[in-house]
Structures are given as structure tokens and as C-alpha cells.
């Protein structure tokens, strides 16, 4: 209580202002996160439903804190800080900032506290279940291919699996093409250009959200559940 009445001070701003401002916060949050399927919060979001009244130094970043404090102990919710991901090689060309994921600056997801099957059997939407399971497919084969793979090659691989490219209306999935696009926007995967003797061709790469130990440890049991043994790296022909 008395870090609280401190930090209050320093900036300058009652207790009421405060909560007004962490309560807005939060709400941007949730009604985003749904609005989006999950697409990571831009932080530079955030700090302007603060910054947009307010002109305290540090008090977005007070603000951000409090918020992800209530959405813990009351909502149940972990708000996730993305990690950067790897770094491209010199060799790469990236697309455009709006064709792939930025990790220019600092973003979140929202990731539930509650015990898996527990959050399975009360919370996961059944509708939302192909999804998870496209999700799981893609990132399988990416990984398989040693995290990086070619777009023909990954709808090489899809089609096998029955998933066109081209095939908009698929009665299990949906559009096909728009659900990869979709990892790219929630930063399973991102998309970059690579130059070569025979042209430029489209790659995608495991993005943060894959590279997060919980999602990377779900991915290993996935594969080794298909392939009956403990799996690091299968190449991919």
C-alpha cells in the first residue's frame, strides 16, 4: 500500500485517475484480444491510452504493470511480453513491415493460468478447435524442416495432408491461405524473402509465439505423439 501512495506521488495523480486509467487498459486488452483471434498488443497501444491525458514520465509503464497485476489475480489471464525473434541473415530481404510480423517494439499476448484441461473443458470454444489444429499441423512441419522452410515446400506438405492453397472454402478449415496468413499476424510464423541465383522466394520461419518454451515444449509431444519417438530435427524432402 505504501509503494502504491509512493508511486502516486511521483507522478503526481489520485488513486481514482489511476484505476480509471489501468481499468481502460485492461478493456483495450481483452475486447483487442478477442476482436483480433489472439493477435499480439502492440505495447505503443497501451502507453497512448495513457500518454493521450497524461504526460508523467513513467506513469504508462505503472499503468501497463497495474493492468497486467489485475488480469492475473482477478481475469486469470498472464500478460505474455513477445521475445524478439532470431535475427535474419544478411542474405534476407524482409517483406514490407504490414506482410510480417514486427519485432521493432514491444508487444503481448494473453495467455490463460488456468490448468490445461481445465481450460479445455471449460473455456476452449469447439469452433475455434480447427484452428488449433491447423496451427499445430504448419508449426509441426516448419519445425521438421529445422524451423525454416520454403513456401512451395510447406504447401507441398499441406497438400498431402489434404490442405490446398487455393481451396477457400474447405468445410473443416475454411480458407486455407488466409489461416497461414493469420499464424503470420498472431506471430507463430513470419514471412521473409530470400534472394538467390534462381530468384526471390518466400520462406517462413517459427516465429516468437512457437519460440516460447510452452508452445515449443506442446509442439515436441505433438510430433513425437505422430511419430511415436522423442523428435529435435527431421529433414524434410
Known sequence: MADEEDALSQFNISKEETDKLVSEVIRFILFKSHQTSGCPIKREDLTQIVTKNYRQRNLATHVINEAKNKL???FGYDLKELQRSRASSNAQTRLPPQSQSSVDSKSYVLVSQLPIETFRK?????????MTG???AVLA??????GKIPEETLWHHLK????????EHNPVFGNNKQ?????????FLQKEKVSGPEGTSLFYDLAERAL?????????D????????????????
Open 212 to 220: 516460447d518454451p510452452q508452445v515449443s515444449e506442446k509442439l515436441k
Open 122 to 130: 471449460y473455456v476452449v470454444d469447439e469452433t475455434t478447435s480447427p
Open 222 to 237: 505433438y510430433i513425437s505423439q505422430i511419430l511415436k519417438n522423442d523428435v529435435a530435427v527431421v529433414d524434410l524432402d
Open 134 to 136: 491447423f496451427t499445430f
Open 160 to 167: 498431402r495432408m489434404g490442405l490446398h492453397e487455393g481451396d
Open 72 to 74: 492475473s489475480n482477478v
Open 179 to 187: 489461416n497461414l496468413e493469420t499464424l503470420v499476424q498472431q506471430r
Open 141 to 146: 512441419i516448419v519445425q521438421l524442416a529445422g
